[in-house]
């Protein structure tokens, strides 16, 4: 690739280099000048220049608002070069009370709402700062931050704000950069700086003793936060992890013992709106057969009401299913990837955070108090200097009005600096009237009290970390529970135990008929008293397992690759048609088979063997599939199928192959497995497994003959028992000719 120096030379260059060095500038910048927040005043570059700009433009909160499209022109033409509906959608957000715990904007008009509905247009719509905001940007005048040159180096704009706020935990931040991204949930501002507090006094605390003043996250929209201590201490730790906020709701008693169940708040941003469209498709689809209907009843304040399916149902199972449902519990990631004072993005510990904003707050203050220093020393000179005045007041006079160049003479007679001859030339005369011998004196004083106070400060680190502290104090009081602002609005709750939710609470439990053809079409009929002559299928297929269920019953499938399947008989399809392919709902092979099909017993256990005579027993609970690819248990040889799969039902196993030898003997000697390719059930020298089946030996062994039954008791059949992987012997007399019990 050919580029042009900087000389106008042509350059040789690889591509890939060239990519790599332009993608990399690209994500930098990225990272730097757009998602991540900076740990010290928590604002990326577009929420600084616009708190920076309405600062300039004197919205200041007991000022009047002024036009958000007159904001974002000033933002846009002088400090952040991109599109006006971007600069627009960061003010929005940051006036937004839903959206941010400590909005830094006033807004007045049409911002949105919790519902998703956009705010009205810029030119619509009025803002000025809030106190929050002055608080970040106080003391910005005195030198307390650095400032850079603005893109198009007209004027300057800071890099950070002084912050006298905690803004990064208190409001939170979100941003997504190139190949890493931050998500930081908002918290109480008074136990943010109670933790604060205890890490000025202990700078070794620990993430624990830090939890025990942060509860954990307290957001705009309240809820309950519902993780246990030690997740919120883990994800403290890492400044990685996630928190589980449910809704808030409450049970309100009707007449003739009926109630509803009403929501107050929601997770936060959660739009309302989306989320009873959720619960609405979901109850038309029948899966929350527990709720009857959902309403909508909020004014200023969030009210959904939820109606129960009838009295009988448990609230708490109600509001569970619909917890583990719909958005009413949603989960806020933790990610504290910030960029550092060092300009560096990093993931930080919630005691790392602390410690860059006391380290800020620190630094703020010796720049502020230097830069008051500086000024008293400046007017101190000044004062000096019109102690002269005042003494000679005549003589100051007569070389203004006769020397040509009076400022060399102030500074030969009285040895004067250029400040204080500066000072004095540049007095209008109604000053003089002011200048009083006494009124200087008590001002230089002053400040000479002033500087000395000043010096020991910047002298000595402890007095400055108690004037921190007592600055933490003030702001705290600000923020304390009493006011509406500052109380806690997201409740600490308990980790929620595991509530088992049965399947027959949430589905109406109705007797059905599985039909399912040997060309692998499933259907349900309602009922068990079913006419099974009278089905019909398509052309070509017939009948192959008809199974009598509930719809709260799952079905276990087993195919000839040795897999499980699971399927919930309510997602069936219904009717009276052909139904659908199983293979939709399973991958099942072209070239596999289903074996059988039963219902789904937690307690019962299995037989399973390979055409081969290979198997084991297996719990039920163990075959049970997750996932639409089904279970691997049984493990088949080369040229091998599945074949065989019974529930047990009784002490002995029969087991006939292909080559007509009967072989019976206690099912204890097979062993119990989760998977694998079992043992030797029946030996062949030539044939295969037939039939296998489960009996009571005391029962005796029965078997279909023809249109009836016949009965084997346990002395006509001592002689095949034996041990399993024998051969067997010939059935006897009676014994059906198709090797099937």
């Given at each position: ?485 500052g109380k806690r609005r997201t409740i600490i709750g308990e980790a929620p135990k595991e509530v088992d939710i049965s399947t027959e609470l949430v589905i109406e439990k109705e007797e059905v008929t599985v039909v399912c ?78 074996v059988n099909v039963l219902t789904y017993h937690e307690s019962m256990k299995l037989v399973i063997s390979s055409d081969t005579g290979r198997g084991f027993i297996v719990p039920e609970k163990d075959v049970v599939a ?116």
């Amino acid at each position: 690739m050919s580029l042009n120096g900087a000389n106008g030379n042509i350059r040789e260059e690889s591509f890939k280099d060239a990519l790599s060095e332009r993608y990399l500038n690209y994500a930098v910048s990225t990272i730097m000048s757009r998602s991540l927040p900076d740990v010290r005043d928590g604002l990326k570059p577009v929420h600084r220049r616009l708190l920076y700009a309405m600062l300039q433009l004197r919205l200041n909160p007991e000022q009047g608002f002024k036009k958000c499209a007159r904001i974002v022109g000033d933002v846009m033409g002088k400090y952040h070069p991109h599109g006006d509906q971007a600069i627009y959608d960061a003010l929005v957000r940051l006036a937004q009370q839903f959206s941010v715990r400590y909005p830094l904007i006033d807004g007045q008009g049409n911002f949105g709402n919790i519902d998703g509905d956009n705010a009205a247009a810029m030119r619509y719509t009025e803002s000025r700062l809030t106190e929050t905001a002055i608080s970040l940007l106080e003391g910005i005048e005195q030198d307390s931050v650095d400032f850079r040159d603005t893109y198009d180096g007209d004027s300057s704009e800071p890099i950070v704000l002084p912050a006298n706020f905690p803004n990064l935990l208190a409001n939170g931040a979100s941003g997504i950069a190139v190949g890493m991204a931050s998500s930081i949930p908002p918290h109480n501002v008074c136990e943010i700086y109670d933790a604060a507090l205890h890490l000025l006094k202990t700078p070794n605390a620990t993430i624990t003793k830090l939890v025990s003043f942060i509860s954990g996250p307290d957001f705009p929209t309240g809820g309950i936060l519902v993780e246990n201590k030690n997740t919120l201490v883990e994800a403290y730790s890492q400044g990685k992890g996630s928190f589980r906020i449910r809704s808030k709701w409450e049970v309100e008693n009707l007449a003739h013992g009926q109630y509803q169940v009403v929501i107050t708040e929601i997770p936060y941003l959660v739009q309302k709106s989306r989320l009873i469209e959720k619960i609405a498709d979901l109850l038309q689809q029948r899966k929350l057969l527990l709720l009857s209907d959902i309403r909508d009843e909020s004014a200023d304040d969030i009210r959904l009401v939820l109606e129960p399916k009838n009295r009988n149902v448990d609230p708490e199972l109600l509001m569970e299913s619909l917890f583990r449902t719909t958005e009413l519990e949603s989960r806020f990631n933790l990610n504290m990837n910030v960029i550092d004072s060092n300009q560096n993005p990093r993931v930080m510990s919630l005691r790392e955070v602390l410690q860059a904003f006391i380290d800020h707050r620190h630094d703020i203050l010796i720049r502020s108090n230097k830069y008051k220093l500086n000024n008293i020393i400046r007017r101190l000179e000044i004062l000096n200097g019109y102690m002269i005045v005042y003494l000679n007041l005549d003589e100051v006079i007569r070389v203004i009005r006769e020397e040509e160049d009076p400022k060399s003479v102030f500074k030969i007679k009285w040895d004067l600096s250029d400040v204080q001859s500066d000072a004095i030339l540049n007095m209008r005369l109604r000053s003089l009237r002011r200048l009083e011998e006494l009124s200087i004196k008590t001002e230089i004083t002053n400040l000479k009290s002033e500087k000395k106070l000043i010096k020991h400060l910047l002298e000595n680190k402890k007095k400055r970390l108690e004037h921190i502290s007592d600055e933490f104090k003030t702001v705290k009081k600000q923020y304390n529970n009493k006011t509406s602002i500052g109380k806690r609005r997201t409740i600490i709750g308990e980790a929620p135990k595991e509530v088992d939710i049965s399947t027959e609470l949430v589905i109406e439990k109705e007797e059905v008929t599985v039909v399912c053809s040997q060309k692998g079409w499933v259907r349900t009929i309602k009922g068990h008293e079913l006419k099974i002559n009278e089905l019909k299928y398509k052309e070509g297929d017939k009948e192959r397992f008809i199974i009598k269920a509930l719809t709260t019953d799952k079905l276990i499938l087993f195919a000839s690759d040795g897999r499980f399947f699971t399927l919930e008989v309510n997602k069936l399809p219904g009717g009276r048609g052909h139904g659908e392919p199983i293979s939709l709902m399973i991958d099942l092979g072209n070239e596999t088979e289903l074996v059988n099909v039963l219902t789904y017993h937690e307690s019962m256990k299995l037989v399973i063997s390979s055409d081969t005579g290979r198997g084991f027993i297996v719990p039920e609970k163990d075959v049970v599939a997750q996932t639409r690819a089904g279970k691997k248990v049984l493990f088949l040889d080369e040229g091998a199928e599945s074949h065989i799969c019974r529930p047990i039902n009784g002490d002995h196993i029969a087991l006939i192959g292909t080559n007509r030898k009967l072989l019976i003997f206690p099912i204890e000697e097979v062993p119990i497995m989760s998977k694998g390719k079992g043992v030797r059930l029946q030996n062949y020298t030539s044939g295969r497994l037939a039939d296998l089946t489960t009996f009571f030996l005391e029962q005796g062994l029965m078997v279909r003959t023809g249109n009836r039954n016949r009965t084997f008791s346990s002395k006509e059949i001592v002689q095949w028992s034996g041990k399993r992987a024998q051969t067997g012997r010939l059935p006897p007399a009676g014994f059906p000719r198709s090797n099937v019990f």
